[in-house]
C-alpha cells in the first residue's frame, strides 16, 4: 500500500441530545437541543474537529424515538459554536438533489464553512416514502450516484468571481460565470445552475457510509471520507487497500478517501478495570434477544433460536450476500466471524457493537491501539463518544487525546475556519 503523506488523525464526536416524547414531557422546558449544546461546547473546548448526527427514516426496533431532523439539527449548532465542523446523515435514496445542494449548500454558508454530509443509501424507512418498497440495493447505490454528480455539478455551478463588491458596496453578478448544468439522466432532470452563491468550502465535505461492493465504489469514486465498520488491523488494511487502490484506478488524489471508523471504547484506570467492565456488560446481554438481532446483522430470515450458544454456527446458515436488499457490508462482516468459527455467543457479543471496532484498556493502552492503526496508514478519522459523561470525558479529552497530542498524531490546535482545512482536504476534487 502507498504511504500517505504526513498528517494528523481527525477527531469526531456524536453530537448527542436526541431525547424522546416521553422526556419532553417529563421535562417540557428543556429544548431537544440542550444536551446538543452541551456536547458541543465540550467537543470545541477539546478542539475536537467535527459533530456527527445519524439518522433513522422508521420507528421502532430500528429506528429511533423522537430523533431529530440531522440537518436542521446541526444548523442549530452551527449558531452556538464557531470552529467545530458538523456532520449531518442524509439519504440520496428519499431526497431530491437540487434539494440535496441547497441544504447542504445554505448549511455551508450559515456555519462559515463547516458543513458535511454524511451520504447513506437507507435499509429501512420506505414505509413512510411509499408507495412501494425499498429499492435494491443496485438501485439505489445508482440512484445515489447520479445525485453526487448533480449536486456536485450545483455547487460548482458558480465560478470564482461571479459574485464581487462593486464600488458601491452591492454585489455585482457577472452571468457569464453562472452557467445551467442541464442535466437528464435515468432517476432527474435538473436545469440549475444552483441558486446560491458559491459555498465557503466550495463543497461541503462528503461523507459516505457502506462496505459492500456497491458501497466501495461509491466511495471510490466520490467520497473524501468513508465511514467504516472494521474490527481487526487487518479487515482495516484489506478495506484501505480496496478503496483506495479503486479511487486511484479512477484518477483520485492520493490518500484519498480517508479513513473514518468508530471506536468502541472501554476505558478503567487499569487494564483489570477495563476488562471487568467489559465482562459485566456481556454478562448483563439478553442472548434470546441477541439471536435476533444477530439475525439482523446476517440480513435477516435466520432462526437462530435453537442453536447452542457455545457451539460454531453452520455455514450452512451463511446467507446469499448478493440476495440480501439491506445492509449488506454487515451480513459481510458476520458471515465472515461464522467462518472463523465464532461461537454463537461470541457472535451476539460482537453484534452489540455491530462489527465497529472495540478496544477496552486504560487510556494510554487505547491511544497505543489508535496508533497502530494510525502509523500503518489504515485511520485518518477518529469517532470518540461519550463526552456528556464528566467520567468519559476526562477518560477521553485527558486521557487517549492527551497521550494523541504528545504522540503528535492528534493536532493541539484548529488550523482554520473550515472542515476542510482541519481535516486536512483540498478545496475538492475538481
Known amino acids: 500500500m502507498t504511504a500517505r503523506p504526513p498528517r494528523t488523525l481527525g477527531?469526531?464526536?456524536?453530537?448527542?441530545?436526541?431525547?424522546?416524547?416521553?422526556?419532553?414531557?417529563?421535562?417540557?422546558?428543556?429544548?431537544?437541543?440542550?444536551?446538543?449544546?452541551?456536547?458541543?461546547?465540550?467537543?470545541?473546548?477539546?478542539?475536537?474537529?467535527?459533530?456527527?448526527?445519524?439518522?433513522?427514516?422508521?420507528?421502532?426496533?430500528?429506528?429511533?424515538?423522537?430523533?431529530?431532523?440531522?440537518?436542521?439539527?446541526?444548523?442549530?449548532?452551527?449558531?452556538?459554536?464557531?470552529?467545530?465542523?458538523?456532520?449531518?446523515?442524509?439519504?440520496?435514496?428519499?431526497?431530491?438533489?437540487?434539494?440535496?445542494?441547497?441544504?447542504?449548500?445554505?448549511?455551508?454558508?450559515?456555519?462559515?464553512?463547516?458543513?458535511?454530509?454524511?451520504?447513506?443509501?437507507?435499509?429501512?424507512?420506505?414505509?413512510?416514502?411509499?408507495?412501494?418498497?425499498?429499492?435494491?440495493?443496485?438501485?439505489?447505490?445508482?440512484?445515489?450516484?447520479?445525485?453526487?454528480?448533480?449536486?456536485?455539478?450545483?455547487?460548482?455551478?458558480?465560478?470564482?468571481?461571479?459574485?464581487?463588491?462593486?464600488?458601491?458596496?452591492?454585489?455585482?453578478?457577472?452571468?457569464?460565470?453562472?452557467?445551467?448544468?442541464?442535466h437528464v439522466g435515468k432517476y432527474f432532470s435538473v436545469a440549475g445552475p444552483l441558486n446560491l452563491p458559491p459555498l465557503p468550502q466550495g463543497r461541503p465535505v462528503l461523507i459516505q457510509a457502506g462496505q459492500s461492493a456497491a458501497g466501495i465504489e461509491l466511495g471510490a469514486t466520490y467520497a473524501e471520507v468513508v465511514f467504516t465498520a472494521l474490527s481487526t488491523l487487518d479487515s482495516a488494511r484489506e478495506f484501505t487497500d480496496r478503496i483506495r487502490g479503486r479511487a486511484a484506478e479512477l484518477g483520485r488524489r492520493p490518500g484519498l478517501p480517508l479513513i473514518f471508523s468508530s471506536f468502541h471504547a472501554t476505558f478503567g484506570a487499569t487494564e483489570a478495570e477495563a476488562q471487568r467492565l467489559v465482562?459485566?456488560?456481556?454478562?448483563?446481554?439478553?442472548?434470546?434477544?441477541?439471536?435476533?438481532?444477530?439475525?439482523?446483522?446476517?440480513?435477516?430470515?435466520?432462526?437462530?433460536?435453537?442453536?447452542?450458544?457455545?457451539?460454531?454456527?453452520?455455514?450452512?446458515?451463511?446467507?446469499?450476500?448478493?440476495?440480501?436488499?439491506?445492509?449488506?457490508?454487515?451480513?459481510?462482516?458476520?458471515?465472515?466471524?461464522?467462518?472463523?468459527?465464532?461461537?454463537?455467543?461470541?457472535?451476539?457479543?460482537?453484534?452489540?457493537?455491530?462489527?465497529?471496532w472495540s478496544v477496552a484498556g486504560t487510556p494510554e493502552q487505547l491511544a497505543d491501539a489508535v496508533e497502530e492503526r494510525f502509523r500503518a496508514g489504515v485511520l485518518d478519522v477518529l469517532s470518540v463518544g461519550g463526552l456528556h459523561d464528566p467520567i468519559q470525558h476526562d477518560y477521553v479529552v485527558n486521557g487517549l487525546l492527551h497521550h494523541l497530542r504528545k504522540r503528535g498524531i492528534v493536532k493541539e490546535d484548529y488550523l482554520g475556519p473550515t472542515l476542510r482545512d482541519n481535516l486536512g482536504l483540498p478545496l475538492s476534487d475538481r
Do not use: C
Open 279 to 356: 465482562r459485566e456488560r456481556h454478562d448483563a446481554l439478553d442472548f434470546d434477544a441477541g439471536r435476533g438481532w444477530l439475525a439482523d446483522m446476517l440480513g435477516g430470515g435466520i432462526d437462530l433460536s435453537d442453536a447452542p450458544l457455545d457451539r460454531p454456527l453452520p455455514e450452512s446458515l451463511l446467507p446469499d450476500v448478493a440476495a440480501i436488499g439491506r445492509r449488506r457490508g454487515r451480513a459481510e462482516i458476520f458471515s465472515g466471524y461464522i467462518k472463523q468459527g465464532y461461537t454463537l455467543r461470541e457472535l451476539i457479543i460482537a453484534a452489540q457493537d455491530t462489527g465497529h
Open 11 to 182: 477527531i469526531v464526536t456524536g453530537a448527542g441530545g436526541f431525547p424522546g416524547p416521553y422526556e419532553l414531557a417529563l421535562d417540557p422546558d428543556k429544548s431537544t437541543v440542550d444536551t446538543a449544546r452541551t456536547v458541543a461546547a465540550l467537543a470545541e473546548a477539546a478542539r475536537i474537529d467535527a459533530l456527527f448526527v445519524p439518522d433513522l427514516l422508521t420507528f421502532g426496533a430500528q429506528g429511533t424515538i423522537g430523533a431529530q431532523e440531522p440537518i436542521v439539527y446541526v444548523a442549530a449548532l452551527s449558531q452556538v459554536t464557531s470552529t467545530i465542523g458538523l456532520i449531518a446523515t442524509v439519504s440520496t435514496t428519499f431526497h431530491h438533489p437540487f434539494n440535496l445542494a441547497r441544504l447542504f449548500g445554505t448549511l455551508d454558508h450559515v456555519s462559515n464553512g463547516r458543513a458535511a454530509w454524511n451520504l447513506v443509501t437507507s435499509s429501512i424507512g420506505e414505509e413512510n416514502y411509499g408507495p412501494g418498497g425499498l429499492p435494491s440495493p443496485e438501485e439505489r447505490y445508482a440512484r445515489a450516484a447520479e445525485t453526487l454528480d448533480i449536486v456536485n455539478a450545483l455547487w460548482d455551478s458558480w465560478q470564482p468571481g461571479a459574485l464581487r463588491l462593486g464600488d458601491d458596496g452591492r454585489a455585482v453578478l457577472d452571468p457569464a460565470k453562472v452557467r445551467a448544468i442541464d
